[in-house]
């Protein structure tokens, strides 16, 4: 089952601007993880924050997580053409360590150019 | 090596026919996953294995038949499929079930057609 959801669906920006997607949860999570993939092609690992942290960096990207809303946020900043590509958020469950991990529907983020 | 190598990238099959997808990785990971990819969809779960051990089944139909002949290779062994089942197979692998905080390595996947 997919407890993630992911607004919005699909996102639409220009070259520079920054894009912000959103993901929500049902469970209790041990962390929650970004992943991007690029049409057709593997999932590729973006950044991880685990329950007890509020908000992480890595280069151009920042995570928020909110464990009373069950929610989390992805902001990329001054985007490029090449972040195009969908982006999936991914909860591994701290009921259990099966190593479970639980996608979202997905955000399609469009770069123009 | 950081990589997990899925091969074939492509593979299109008959009804009848058997045929395997591969897995491999050699960055000592001990857990290693299936999941299963439709068009515009997220990556839903197939299986996991720790340390060679089947550990999850999430009530995949046994036309799917994983195998873990070693702690490199992961295999999915195919027979009489669905042309519902033509979907992108993804393998995954992390150091542990339970040590998943650097998150998962992904393959890039094998697209599947059943005709």
């Known amino acids: 089952s997919q407890q993630g959801e992911e607004d919005p669906q699909a996102l639409s920006i220009q070259e520079g601007e920054n894009a912000t997607m959103n993901c929500s949860y049902k469970?209790?999570?041990?962390?929650l993880q970004w992943y991007r993939q690029n049409s057709g092609r593997g999932l590729v690992h973006l950044i991880l924050i685990r329950s007890n942290e509020r908000e992480k960096h890595s280069g151009r990207l920042r995570v928020t997580l909110d464990t009373s809303k069950k929610s989390s946020s992805l902001l990329i900043t001054a985007s490029r053409a090449a972040d195009t590509a969908s982006y999936f958020c991914a909860t591994d469950e701290s009921s259990s360590n099966t190593g479970k991990l639980i996608f979202g529907q997905g955000t399609t983020l469009q770069v123009k150019p | 090596d950081t990589e997990v190598t899925q091969t074939p990238k492509h593979l299109v099959m008959g009804m009848t026919n058997k045929k395997s997808l591969k897995c491999e990785q050699h960055?000592?990971?001990?857990?290693m996953y299936w999941y299963k990819q439709k068009a515009k969809k997220p990556p839903e779960l197939m299986f996991v294995y720790s340390y060679e051990k089947l550990s999850i089944n999430e009530s995949v139909p046994s036309r799917f038949s994983p195998e873990c002949p070693n702690s490199s290779l992961l295999n999915l062994h195919l027979h009489a499929l669905q042309p519902e089942d033509s979907a992108l197979y993804l393998c995954a692998s992390s150091p542990s079930r339970s040590h998943t905080k650097d998150g998962y390595t992904f393959g890039s996947g094998t697209r599947l057609t059943v005709v």
């Open positions: 960055m000592g990971h001990r857990a």
């Open positions: 469970t209790s999570i041990n962390n």
